[in-house]
């Protein structure tokens, strides 16, 4: 009987759930929080939270970079920890293809790029599964009210027979639950840009409104890369300008109670390790209680994981994770995303890619094919490797998932570009005219 008391060790070393909970909390009512395991490491971080860091790292030292497609700059990741509650970045994604993948002697390097698509309203054309109906916060809140009704009837059942550290443990569930139903209740997020959102989503690009395309990694020489495309404002609001929340004095007061209670929580749970007889059994009543309300949580959030960034308003559509054999064939692939530049479209590839001979001549490559062969890659007028590339971009770029969303996402923004294709001749011609020009 003795093992079954050390089941929960894990789940009261460290916090797993703090900061996704307060987020869902503090974001929507369209969300349950997932019940909250003890803290230990990091309580200070938990005591310490303020309005204006909820939704950053929570104490992670690693940073997330992002470079802007439209205006070729870069910068550090804010609200890290919303969009990895979103569902935007994440570090467990696409990893399905990579074996088979390392197994090809011509592969030096893949990459796997995530695209998705934020927009303000769904999809043009495609029915918007993700976005949270308007019955969602009643049905959540009464997840929260049974929750809770079944953590005090089970504390009360332990009670009835002398079970006290049970009725404890329970006890601290309830408090836990009460107290992000209160913060959820007294809060909201406030998103930077709104106003300008609004006016872009009212013209569109087909009256100026500006279009960019966010990419993001863990480092510049990640090979994993997020992607976001959208309007500029909502972009910015999203991973440029901080999150801010009401209430922040509810914020504060509230992490600290957490903070106690999951201490309260831990040292019960590690009071009971080794015990036997009837006390052995409550960590795992305990577990099994926890685990069962993390239930409804989770389908929830699988369901509408972007209902957290309703207040902007925003909707997510991903498409399927893209693999690709180089990075340049990655950043080829890119580069070709709608876009309103305000600079040239490979000054991306700055944080990237050195800016040398080598990388000229391949992007005076990719410039000839899509400008002369109206995207078509022609093999006498670009170089085998550029050939490579832009053919890989090519077939990511017409995927029947990411075709659809990409043609739902020009319609909803009002994406209008001429596209020119030049007969045989033609291209010869200005192939030797682009050639002669580079000679002078």
């Not at 920890?81 to 696409?94: T, Y």
């Not at 990237?352 to 078509?376: C, H, T, Y």
């Not at 029947?400 to 020009?410: E, N």
């Amino acid at each position: 009987m003795k093992i079954i008391s050390y089941l929960p060790i894990a789940l009261y070393a460290e916090s797993l759930r703090v900061r996704s909970a307060l987020i869902r909390s503090v974001s929507t009512p369209s969300s349950v929080a997932p019940s909250l395991t003890g803290c230990v490491r990091d309580v200070g971080e938990l005591w310490e939270t303020t309005a204006s860091d909820l939704f950053e790292d929570f104490g992670k030292t690693k940073t997330y970079n992002v470079a802007s497609l439209r205006h070729g700059n870069s910068f550090q990741l804010a609200n890290r920890g919303l969009l990895e509650v979103a569902g935007l970045i994440s570090s467990h994604k696409r990893h399905a293809d990579h074996a088979q993948m390392l197994h090809d002697a011509d592969i030096r390097r893949y990459t796997t790029v995530h695209v998705s698509f934020v927009t303000p309203i769904g999809l043009s054309g495609i029915s918007d599964e993700t976005e949270p109906p308007s019955w969602l916060p009643g049905v959540c809140q009464a997840v929260v009210v049974l929750e809770i009704l079944l953590e005090i009837s089970v504390g009360a059942a332990m009670g009835a027979f002398g079970v006290w550290d049970g009725s404890v443990l329970m006890g601290c569930m309830v408090v836990n639950a009460i107290v992000l139903l209160f913060l959820q209740r007294k809060t909201s997020m406030i998103f930077a840009k709104v106003p300008d959102l609004k006016d872009d989503k009212k013209r569109t690009a087909a009256d100026g409104a500006a279009l960019d395309v966010h990419v993001i990694s863990e480092s510049w020489n990640s090979c994993h890369l997020d992607v976001l495309a959208g309007y500029s404002s909502q972009l910015h609001g999203l991973t440029n300008l901080p999150v801010w929340t009401t209430g922040s004095w509810t914020v504060s007061v509230t992490s600290r109670i957490l903070s106690v209670v999951l201490l309260i929580q831990a040292a019960v749970l590690a009071s009971l390790v080794g015990a036997s007889g009837v006390d052995a059994v409550v960590p795992l009543a305990w577990l099994a209680v926890h685990t069962l309300t993390l239930i409804p949580p989770a389908v929830i959030h699988r369901k509408y994981p972007c209902a957290v960034l309703a207040p902007q308003p925003a909707t997510v559509h991903s498409a399927e994770t893209l693999q690709f054999s180089s990075r340049r064939s990655a950043l080829a692939f890119i580069v070709m995303l709608p876009v309103t530049s305000k600079v040239p479209r490979w000054d991306l590839l700055d944080v990237f890619m050195p800016n040398n001979k080598r990388r000229q001549e391949w992007q005076e490559d990719l410039d000839m094919s899509q400008v002369i062969s109206g995207r078509e890659p022609n093999p006498r007028i670009i170089s085998a490797a550029a050939r490579t590339h832009l053919e890989e971009a090519m077939v990511a770029y017409r995927s029947p998932r990411l075709s659809k969303y990409l043609s739902g996402y020009k319609q909803t923004v009002r994406f209008l570009k001429l596209e020119i294709t030049f007969s045989e001749e033609v291209r010869n011609f200005l192939y030797k005219v682009f050639q002669n020009l580079k000679d002078i």
